[in-house]
């Protein structure tokens, strides 16, 4: 069974960099696409990109890409998301989810709990 | 991008109501449209993919229909832990896009 953990909240100042992780603790690798997802406080969910750690093939969202990197390490089993200078506009919640389904049809099962980004000024 | 627009963006109702939620994509999708449940304070949840297939382990009070562009969430007979947002989400082409989501309220 698959069960997303991620790295726990982060307070952070502007201008830091940041990398935060997502592990399934219920295997030793990852063979399965993984997305990350964010939830600006008050709004809705954006797909900011996927990753498959079996070789780090990545996609993004063409509105995160060059501000955020999606990265695994396919031998200690987290993928990762990170951004080398933070700004308060990414003060949010981010999820790592599974990509579930079969070719064509996809959809995002399960879900890590979140790991909370504040970005002060 | 493909823009999801779900209505209503809140509503209020009661245990034992049937509560409706609409989700129209801005092209057509066939039937990539998946729906998720978000509880505070805990991640969203798989409720029903490919726009009618109930993924297993959720209730049968919720069905999805819809193809192309229109889709609709029912809860049929709403239920005390059914107090939650609702996203819908296309996975027809990248960028892979959600609706803003409906918030359903105790009435």
Same mark, same amino acid.
């Given at each position: 069974?698959?069960?997303?953990?991620?790295?726990?909240?982060? !307070?952070?100042?502007?201008?830091?960099?940041?990398?935060?992780?997502?592990?399934?603790?219920?295997? /030793?690798?990852?063979?399965?696409?993984? !997305?990350?997802?964010?939830?600006?406080?008050?709004?809705?969910?954006?797909?900011?990109?996927?990753?498959?750690?079996?070789?780090?093939? /990545?996609?993004?969202?063409?509105?995160?890409?060059?501000?955020?990197?999606?990265?695994?390490?396919?031998?200690?089993?987290?993928?990762?998301?990170?951004?080398?200078?933070?700004?308060?506009?990414? /003060?949010?919640?981010?999820?790592?989810?599974? !990509?579930?389904?079969? /070719?064509?049809?996809?959809?995002?099962?399960?879900?890590?709990?979140?790991?909370?980004?504040?970005?002060?000024? | 991008?493909?823009?999801?627009?779900?209505?209503?963006?809140?509503?209020?109702?009661?245990? &034992?109501?049937?509560?409706?939620?609409?989700?129209?994509?801005?092209?057509?999708?066939?039937?990539?449209?998946?729906?998720?449940?978000?509880?505070? &304070?805990?991640?969203?949840?798989?409720?029903?993919?490919?726009?009618?297939?109930?993924?297993?382990?959720?209730?049968?009070?919720?069905? &999805?229909?819809?193809?192309?562009?229109?889709?609709?969430?029912?809860?049929?007979?709403?239920?005390? #832990?059914?107090?939650?947002?609702?996203?819908?989400?296309?996975?027809?082409?990248?960028?892979?896009?959600?609706?803003?989501?409906?918030?359903? #309220?105790?009435?």
């Amino acid at each position: 069974e698959v069960h997303l953990v991620q790295s726990g909240a982060e !307070v952070k100042k502007a201008g830091e960099s940041l990398k935060i992780s997502c592990q399934d603790s219920g295997h /030793t690798r990852i063979d399965y696409w993984i !997305v990350w997802v964010r939830q600006v406080p008050g709004e809705g969910l954006e797909w900011m990109g996927s990753i498959y750690p079996g070789d780090s093939h /990545t996609k993004y969202n063409p509105s995160f890409e060059g501000r955020v990197t999606i990265s695994a390490d396919k031998s200690i089993n987290p993928a990762y998301l990170q951004w080398t200078s933070l700004k308060p506009s990414d /003060t949010a919640i981010y999820y790592c989810a599974r !990509v579930g389904g079969l /070719t064509p049809y996809f959809w995002l099962d399960p879900w890590g709990q979140g790991t909370l980004v504040t970005v002060s000024s | 991008d493909i823009q999801m627009t779900q209505s209503p963006s809140s509503l209020s109702a009661s245990v &034992g109501d049937r509560v409706t939620i609409t989700c129209r994509a801005s092209q057509y999708i066939f039937n990539y449209l998946n729906w998720y449940q978000r509880k505070p &304070g805990t991640a969203p949840k798989v409720l029903i993919s490919t726009a009618s297939t109930l993924q297993s382990g959720v209730p049968s009070r919720f069905s &999805g229909s819809g193809s192309g562009t229109d889709f609709t969430l029912t809860i049929d007979g709403l239920q005390p #832990e059914d107090f939650a947002t609702y996203y819908c989400q296309q996975s027809h082409s990248m960028p892979w896009t959600f609706g803003q989501g409906t918030k359903v #309220e105790i009435k």
